[in-house]
């Protein structure tokens, strides 16, 4: 049987309709995208606050280039203006001092003397062309510092009095070669005395009362010595030094008040050395010795030697004068000589072979004008010997004394090594301080 189109089409219809239909499950609108996190923006450094320039000149930055910044202790001190300051000042305080009626014209020409020899003087000294000073101080290590100063003038402003004292051969490190192991204070210095005298006497030709005392002073000397001062002067130096030891294996006991415990120190011995340009004072002083039976003669290393032998002999006190050609030596003992020339010689070991003065050396000039060195030793012995005096000071009252004895504990013992340079801006300082070793241990 034939169906009709349009029954066809019904029952199509029909029969997809009996099917269960496929559909898509519906899909979640997707969530909108979070917004990007944008990086906060970033706050810009406050402005570096203006460089200030001085408007009066200085020696900061002269003086700044040799200290350490950074460290416990930075100071820098000016001087230009105060010393013009001070010379104005000066210069005016005089005229109305001398219109006072307080004095009688013979006291005003006298202040009038006074001041203009004082102005001289300042003029001559070289004080005037100092223009700052400057000091540091940082810690290399734990207990180990170093320590700069400076002492500044200005290129070609060095003529006056005080830059010529030190002379110009910085020889003063070459002491270290012969000092022994148990020095406890070593100091080697340039000084010339002869530009002092020649100031002094430039100054005397315009100041009678000066002329007067300087004729004096050479005529007792003369009469007293057989010398001529002012030749003596200009044949001193310009290297001097001095040498302490101290003794540990010998004790050496100090006087003690009635009941008092006895106090030991290491035993001491001196010795000072004097640089000399002529014979004049050791022949002097070989003639004199040469009359005292007391003094016996011995030749030790090329130098000659002169000791006096004590009636009572006491454990080291052997008075000694000595000499070779260009040097005086002063001792309170015979054998510090010659162990000091032990040393150099390499018989003996030195100072220098000592590990922390090694350590204490290193970084400081090679050469100079001035060298100092300190051990904690001698700290230690001065402090035994003044507790000792303050324990038999009767009128000190006891809270005092407890005070002064803490103030001891606190303070640290160091070992310092130093050394002074003169250069073309001035002296140079540098020092380094140990407080958490001693020598030798």
Known sequence: MKLSPMLAGFSAVLLLSSFPACQKKPVAPAAPPAPAVQAPTPVPPPPAPPQLVSAEPNSFDAIAKHLDSGGGMYL????????????ENGAGAVPALLASDKMDDAQKLKAAAVWNSLRKVAAQSGLKQISGFGASTIALEPGYYQNKWMLHHYPGQSDGLIWKLSGSTPNALDLIAYLPEKTALASSGNLKLEPIWNALNQEAANNPDLKRALETAVAQFQQKTGLDLPALLASLGPNFTLTLTLDESHPTPLPAANGEQPQT????????????QDDVLINKLDQELSKNPMV???????????TLVLPIPLPFIRPTVAWKKGLLILASNDGLIREMLAVKAGRKPGLAANALFKKLMTGLPETG?????????LQKTVRTV??????QDKKTDPAVKKLIESLYKIVPTKTVCGVTQETSEGWIGIRHDDTGAAVGK
């Open 76 to 87: 820098y001190f000016s001087t230009e203006t105060l010393l013009k300051t001070l010379s």
């Open 265 to 276: 120190i290491p035993e001491p011995a001196l010795l000072i050395s004097i640089q000399v």
């Open 296 to 306: 016996a003669k011995s030749e030790e290393d090329g130098l000659t030697l002169r």
């Open 369 to 377: 004008c001035n060298f100092g060195y300190i051990s904690p030793l």
């Open 386 to 391: 003044q507790l000792m005096q303050l324990a």
